[in-house]
Each structure stands twice: as C-alpha cells, then as structure tokens.
C-alpha cells in the first residue's frame, strides 16, 4: 500500500517527520501497487489523497500480519518492511497520520539563518547551515586547509587543471586579506573555467560527434559545444542560458549564436541503417528530449510515463505526451556557419573568378556554331503555378521563381497533389524540373532518407488527370537517370508504367538540376490539370524542390540539363534577347564548353579554394498553419498512436503563464520562471555534488518521490533562492560556494578526478596541453586496436602536432568506440542524459596509468624537464612533487623518492630493466633519463595525484 500526494492538507505533527521519515517508506514499498497509476492500482485502495481514517488502522495491522495473503506488502514483491520502517510508520498513524505535500513540488521558502554555538566559524551565511547541521549531530568543524591543498582544490575545481608552481608560489606568499578570494576570481575569469564546467554540461546534453545507432556516422555539431564554453566563460544567467538552448530560435531577432544554442536537442541519437522509418526513430528522439529535459531542469524521471502513468511520481501516461507537445513541431536543419573572415574570403575568390572569366578567349566562329545548334533545340517553356498543393505528410511551399520547395516529414509512401488552372490552350509538352538547394540534404535535388539523409530521389509514378480523364503520354526523355538500389531502367516512362518499383531517379547528380519531359499522345484543351507524384520505395525518397513547365512542340523535345533562365534565353528571338540575355549566354557558353576546358583549370582551381564553412546542427519551429500534431502513444510504441494532445505542463506543477505561448518558447520561459519549484533547486543542488562529490539531495537525478530527502532542505532552498536573486548567475554561486569556511575546511569530499580531469591534469604537469580554446574535435592517440570489431571498423584517425595534446573536452566521441581511456575512467558513451556519473575503481584504471602510451609519453616529458635542470636529487624530486601535487613533499617522502630513483638506476645498470624501453635512446645518460621517467610514471599514479581532496 503507498501514499501518492497531489492535493493533500499540510498537517504540523510531532515525532515521525513525513517528508523525511514516512514518504520514503511508502515510495520505496507501496507507491508501485497503491499509488497515481490507476491501471495497476490493487484492491481499489487509492491513497494520493488522505483517505478514510479506518484505513490507516488496516495499515497498521497489515504490515504485522502473520499470514503471507494478507501482509503488507506482499512477499511476492521482495520488499519486507524493517522492524524500523514499521515503527515509523505506526507511529505515524498513531499521531494523526498527518500529509503534507512532496517537499520538492512546493516553491522554496526563504528561512532565517539557523543559530549556531560556534559563531566565529561561519564566513558566509551559508556556513551556518552547514554548522548547524553538525552542531545537531554533535561534531566539530574541520580547521581550514593550508593554502597548498587550498589552491590545488580550488583550480580542479574551478578550471579542472591543477595549479602550477609558479601559482602555487604566488598564492602561498599573498600577503592580502583578501588573497583568497582574489585566487577564485582569477580562476573563474580564466578562458579554462568554461572548457571545465562545460564537462557536466555536455553530459546531461549526451554530446557526441557521431549519431549513435549501428551505422554511428560523423556529424557537425562542436560550434554548439564551443557555444556552451563561452557561454559559460561569459557567465550568461542560468535562465537566459536555458531559453538559448530550448527555443532560441524563436526568440525575437534571433541571432545565428541563439540558434547554434538550440544544438542541445539536437545531439539525440540519429538512426541510419537502411530501411528504418525515420518517422520512427523521430519519435524515440521526441522521447529522449523529454526525459532529457525533464532531468536536466526539473530533476524527474519521467521515462516510466511514456508507456503507463508513473508508478510513484504524479505524472499521467497523456502528460507525458502533452508535454512531448512543445518538441514536436521542430524541423531539424544543419546551419552554415560562414565567419566573416571566410565570407569576406570568398567575396575576394569571385571577384578573381569573375575577372578572369570576363578575359577568357573565346572563338567567335564556334561560339555562333553553338548558340545555333542550341535554339535549334530550345522550347518556348511556360512555368505554370499550382492554384492547390497537398502532400500526404509535410507541405509544399511555392518559391518565388515558381519552383515548389517541399517541407516537414518524409516516409516510406509520400505522395504529392497539384492542382494547375488556366492552362494555355493546346500544350503539347509537360517539363518537370529537379532544383537542387542548400536547405536540402547532400543540396538536393531530393530528399532521400537511406542509410543516412541524401539529396536523392525516386519519382515512382506520375498520374495526370484532365477532365476527369487519365492524360495518354506518347514519349518521354529524361536529362539524366540512374537509380542508387534496384534492377530495371529508370527513365521518364518508367514513372508512368503503373508500377511503383520503377521509376525515375537522379542518383549521382545531388546537387546539381536534371529533367525529365513528356509529351501527349494529343494536345490537351482542358483548363485544369491535376497531377499526383508518388514516391515509393522501401526508404523515404521524395522530391524537395521541383517546377513544372508546359510547352507546345510538334515534335517531341529531349529534356537537356540547361537551367531554366538559359533555355529562355534560347527561345526567344535575337531582336528580343536585351543585352542581359546576350551576356547570360556567353558567360553560360564560357562556364561549360568543352573547348575552353583547358583555359578554365585556373578559374576551377579558385573555385577549390572558396571557404568550407563549418556547419552545425540546429532546430527550427514549423509554420503556425502547420503544427505537427502529436498522439499519445499507446503502453509507448510508436506504432500505436492514438488521441491526439496539445501542449500542457506537467499538472502538479504551477501552470504555464497565461502572457506566454503554448510553444517551445513559452515552455522555456516556465521552466525558469521563479515559481517553478524544481529548477533552481535542481541546479544548485548538482554544483553542489560536483564540488562535494555528493549532492544535499543524493539523487541529483530524481527529486520525485523515490528520490532522496535532502540532507538539509532549508540550505537547499537558501541555495536556489540566491542563485535566482542573484540573475541566475553560476559563477557567482560557484563562488558563493567555493569562499565558504565549509568548502575550505581540511577534511571533506575526497573523489577521484573525472576521465577527463585525469587526462588534462597530466597533459598540464607535463608541458604538453595545447590550451587552445574551440574548434572541431580531436583524435589523441590510443592503441591501434581500439575499435576492432565496431560497424565499419574505428575510423580513429590519430591526430598529428599540438591537437594530440588538446584538452579531453575537445577528444572525438565516437559512441559506438568510446576514446578507451576515458571509458576505462567511467567517462559515459553520451547515448542519453547523465548527471551523476558513476565512479568504479578497476585495477584496469592503474594499469591503464602504469602503460598507457599517453601517460608513457607524460612521464618521459617530465623526465626530460627534470634531466635538463642538472640539479641535485632532492633538488629535482621537489620540483617533481610542486609540478604534479602542488606541494613540497615531506622528509619521509623525500627520502623514499631519492631512494626509489637510485633503485632504478641499479636496475638499469644491473640489466634488470632495458632503458631504451622508456624511449630514453640518445638523450644522454639513458639510466637518469629512465629512472626520472619511471619516478614520475609512479607519482601520477597515485592516489593522491588522481583524487581531488
């Protein structure tokens, strides 16, 4: 039996804390039988609301029940109450079983500084929660660390780079009062506190550089990860951040950074083997958006809600799909980002390619020869303009050049529907042109989904009906054809043959236009044509731009890849042409004549040089007058659609404003409107676990009823409400918390660096981390057989110079090949949202710092430094030590190192060891050189070294 409560009365009680005390008991054992979800509710026993008062003695007597039908709860669920649980909960029930509300759905409440005994120990008024809390439990405050341990903590946590000597020198001999608080503002001023924080960022955003799935293709979409680095680095306000990320492309005069910010739901998986429906694998990346959302802002677990209601939360199966709502009207676009430097480039290159076009010879004789044989062949084409347009799914949106641009979803089965009245009278002749564009994958002219989005098409059938009667075609001509899967011959009257598995097709030529042409059995005399474009094949492959074209010729033209202005150009008559239409026919003869093939190598070698600009991946809200209409989703499957739903917040939590849209935008702006309850107290609270190793709620994911209590409600609600009154800053909460006496105590949270950090640390004692700040990602190197057995193998193309020693934020995710050293340090694979990493500890991770060639490599540089000093023993273990722990080491570690680094050279001359083995070949006194190597080698692998105290 179990307590869910939606609308319950706050009762004051004494003994058992409810909240504290009562509520985990109930959502650990009988929330999943007797809680919200009405399909699997037991025995009609509802208690989300407080039911009748004899219940709770049923309750009572239940729970000590002897015989196994009728205890609670039942053996079957393996969930026996302790002799504890029981006690809590009688006692509950004996003092009036009093409710209140989930402590987490209620908005933060302001509480005054609690009173402590130790009052000089306090810093900031933070510290008095915290005192207070181990004044209750009886402890004593931990004196403050020493400046030594203070600096090294302070820069992993602040930048994730342990301090230098020379700052570690600077620090120690400050003399300022404020000294302190002068070293965190020079830390979170650093370029390197948004490549840190970025980190537990880009977990929860589940950023990779590949699509995931079996094919795990490359993708574009570092310019969103540098986006969040400087925002960061820029110290933009949590809500405004927010409101980039989740609809800054329809914030008013967006600008191109607000839409690279909306890349964060763009890094959802993408599905690419062939013959999958994309609308399917859309809808499981609606899925992943909204429990992504929902536990990076709100800290819920709403996945259970996609197929039932939530056994435990408040959260109904069709809330799920309501709030699903406001992700689904996106369309999914990739954006060139040009910078201006490249677009200032490419103005220069054209200018150059123009210029030696405009000197380029050309002979008078053959050029008249070819204008000749060209109007020969040209037809008098008329554009013709659809009165109606229909697709099965998307929409068509008419250009400004009459061409028809297609838009929204593609399947399997597509089919178009144009409508054409006040046809001229007796037209012989119907031209169907296929337009590339740069909206449209690979640049069109289709929009192919096979393996991945391609600019291929497959036209199966075209049907032409005037008068209510079939048009008879007599021939047909294409400009080009080939198909990329399938037997038989595609042309233009394999799309008029009946049969759908046949057709015509462009492969090969994406980018680029091509036609095709049909000429009736007999004139046509009707006014109205109406005309049907299937596309059917066992992938999505319709067209996305297109025109259509009558003419009136008594002998059938052959369709010809000319662009449409040339091909008017030709048609008319010379006296009608204009000087314009002479020179568009000259510069189109100069461009593509086979004669001046030779002259045009330089101009085509410029054209080689034109910038590729990077792109990214980016979402784009669809038209009003086309709103995606989203279904519930029947126990989750997307082949089980039903009611359709409208966009609604999740019902326990304060509605959405009434000033606000029902859209992206408006659900952005709720998500941070201070009377949300979750948000702020979800963020403070994961800051707080990154710094502490532990969150004041434990599960930084789950604040739902299964979640953890907070250790300290009252600290967690001060916490939100400063962030909130502070403009939503984080780096003045991080360093709110970070310049308390709680942080700066000597004894606290003592945690293993991430992957990443531990990577960093040693590129940074070392020498060798490129600091270099964005760009695209990297392959450092690991061992060649990383990879094998992975779809299409590894693809790991090692990085050469400098990027081999970039930061691991910047390391290439592959997610079907996590980079190995990052994997064996509990990095995740960045399928889904994670915010708290699991920490193991293998002995794989010490053998991985003893014979890593990354950390080999790390151990040699130092080695190298060390030798080069020609200092004493001592002399160089104490550099050793300040470079890679940040401190002096103490006399028995002193003594230790030395006798260590003379050991090894024994050993070496002794032959027990092989120097050359530690790379040390013709670098001086190979022994020395060796024995630094393996001291160092040994100090980077210590606890101390890998573990942040």
């Not at 067209?543 to 033209?557: A, N, Y």
């Not at 979402?619 to 499957?637: I, L, Q, S």
């Not at 193998?793 to 995710?813: E, F, M, P, Q």
Request: glycine fraction near 6%.
């Amino acid at each position: 039996m179990g307590v869910c409560f939606l609308a319950t009365q706050l009762t004051v009680i004494a003994g058992p804390d409810f909240q504290r005390d009562v509520r985990p008991i109930l959502a650990g054992h009988c929330f999943k039988c007797h809680g919200p979800d009405e399909k699997t509710r037991k025995a009609d026993l509802r208690l989300d609301i407080r039911p009748e008062e004899s219940l709770f003695n049923r309750l009572t007597k239940r729970i000590d029940h002897d015989d196994p039908d009728e205890v609670m709860p039942p053996p079957s669920s393996k969930k026996p109450l302790s002799y504890e649980q029981k006690r809590v909960l009688k006692e509950w029930v004996m003092q009036g079983a009093g409710y209140a509300e989930h402590w987490a759905f209620i908005p933060p409440k302001a509480a005054p500084l609690p009173r402590v005994n130790q009052r000089s120990w306090p810093r900031i008024d933070l510290d008095y929660f915290t005192l207070a809390q181990m004044e209750s439990e009886g402890r004593k405050p931990a004196p403050e660390a020493d400046r030594y341990r203070l600096i090294r903590r302070l820069s992993l946590d602040l930048i994730g780079l342990p301090p230098s000597p020379e700052e570690v020198r600077v620090f120690v001999e400050d003399q300022h009062p404020d000294a302190y608080g002068r070293l965190v503002d020079r830390l979170l001023d650093r370029p390197e506190y948004g490549e840190r924080w970025a980190q537990p960022w880009l977990d929860l955003a589940r950023y990779a550089d590949t699509n995931g799935y079996e094919k795990d293709r490359p993708r574009s979409i570092w310019p969103w990860r540098d986006w969040v680095i400087n925002a960061l680095n820029a110290d933009m306000p949590f809500d405004q951040f927010t409101i980039d990320q989740i609809a800054g492309d329809m914030l008013p005069n967006s600008t191109q950074d607000q839409h690279v910010a909306t890349g964060f739901h763009r890094n959802t998986m993408v599905n690419e083997e062939g013959g999958i429906d994309p609308l399917e694998f859309r809808f499981y990346a609606m899925v992943d958006r909204v429990n992504t959302t929902a536990t990076t802002w709100l800290g819920l677990t709403l996945g259970c809600a996609q197929c039932h209601t939530h056994k435990f939360d408040p959260v109904p199966h069709r809330s799920y799909y309501e709030m699903m709502a406001f992700f689904d009207n996106t369309s999914e676009l990739e954006l060139p980002l040009l910078t201006p430097q490249q677009r200032r480039q490419q103005e220069s290159i054209h200018q150059e390619i123009n210029q030696k076009l405009s000197t380029l010879p050309v002979n008078k004789a053959k050029y008249d020869s070819w204008l000749k044989t060209q109007r020969a062949k040209a037809v008098s084409w008329r554009t013709i303009t659809p009165t109606k347009t229909k697709a099965s799914i998307g929409w068509l949106q008419l250009q400004k050049d009459q061409s028809i641009f297609a838009n929204g979803d593609t399947r399997k089965h597509d089919t178009y529907d144009l409508e054409f009245a006040d046809l001229p009278e007796g037209i012989t002749t119907l031209r169907l042109e296929a337009l590339p564009d740069e909206r449209l994958p690979k640049g069109g002219p289709g929009r192919a989904y096979y393996e991945g989005p391609k600019g291929d098409f497959f036209l199966s059938e075209l049907t032409l009906i005037a008068d209510g009667q079939l048009v008879e075609i007599a021939s047909g001509s294409v400009s080009y054809a080939k198909q990329w899967i399938g037997s038989g011959k595609p042309g233009a009257m394999a799309a008029l043959d009946g049969d759908l598995q046949t057709g015509w097709s462009a492969s090969g030529r994406e980018g680029k236009p091509s036609q095709a042409v049909w000429q009736f059995a007999k004139p046509l005399t009707a006014k109205v044509l109406k005309l049907r474009m299937d596309f059917s094949r066992h992938y999505s492959a319709s067209l996305g731009r297109f025109r259509f074209s009558v003419g009136k010729c008594s002998d059938p033209p052959q369709a010809r890849n000319l662009p449409g202005r040339i091909e008017a150009h030709l048609a008319r008559p010379e006296d009608a042409l204009g000087q314009a239409g002479r020179e568009a026919l000259r510069r189109f003869y100069i461009e593509t004549s086979k004669d001046l093939a030779e002259a045009r190598k330089s101009i085509e070698a410029l054209r080689q040089q034109l910038p590729k600009p990077a792109t990214t991946l980016v979402m784009e809200e669809r038209p009003a007058a086309h709103v995606r209409v989203t279904r519930r989703h029947h126990r989750g499957e997307f082949l089980s659609p039903r009611e359709s739903v409208t966009s609604k917040v999740l019902p326990f939590l304060p509605p959405l404003g009434q000033d606000q849209p029902r859209n992206r935008l408006g659900f952005a702006r709720w998500l941070v409107d201070k009377n949300n309850p979750l948000t702020a107290r979800v963020v403070v609270n994961r800051f707080w676990a990154t710094i502490f190793g532990e969150g004041i709620v434990r599960t930084t994911d789950d604040f739902g009823y299964t979640g953890a209590a907070p250790t300290d409600l009252k600290l967690l609600d001060w916490l939100a409400i400063e962030f909130m009154n502070s403009d939503w800053s984080q780096k003045k909460l991080l360093r709110l918390i970070v310049t308390s006496a709680t942080y700066r105590k000597h004894s606290g949270a003592s945690y293993r660096l991430s992957a990443e950090q531990i990577r960093d640390s040693v590129l940074s004692v070392s020498g060798l981390l490129n600091q270099k700040l964005g760009g695209s990602s990297v392959f450092p190197p690991q061992h060649k057989s990383t990879g094998e057995g992975i779809y299409g193998g590894g693809g790991w193309k090692t990085s050469t110079g400098a990027d081999r020693y970039r930061r691991s934020l910047y390391t290439y995710r592959k997610r079907s090949m996590p980079y190995a050293m990052h994997d064996t340090f509990d990095a995740p694979s960045h399928e889904t949202c994670v915010a708290n990493r699991e920490i193991s500890n293998t002995p794989l991770q010490a053998l991985t710092l003893l014979n890593d060639q990354f950390f080999m490599e790390a151990s040699q540089m130092l080695g190298r430094e060390l030798v080069a000093r020609k200092e004493s023993e001592t002399s160089l273990v104490k550099r050793l030590f300040e470079r890679c722990l940040a401190r002096q080491p103490d006399d028995l570690e002193l003594q230790l190192s030395v006798k260590f680094y003379r050991e090894q050279i024994s050993r070496f001359e002794n032959n027990e060891l092989n120097a050359a083995k530690f790379g040390s070949k013709g670098e001086g006194n190979p022994n020395i050189l060796a024995a630094w190597t393996i001291l160092a080698r040994a100090i980077l692998n210590t606890h101390e070294f890998i573990n942040r105290n």
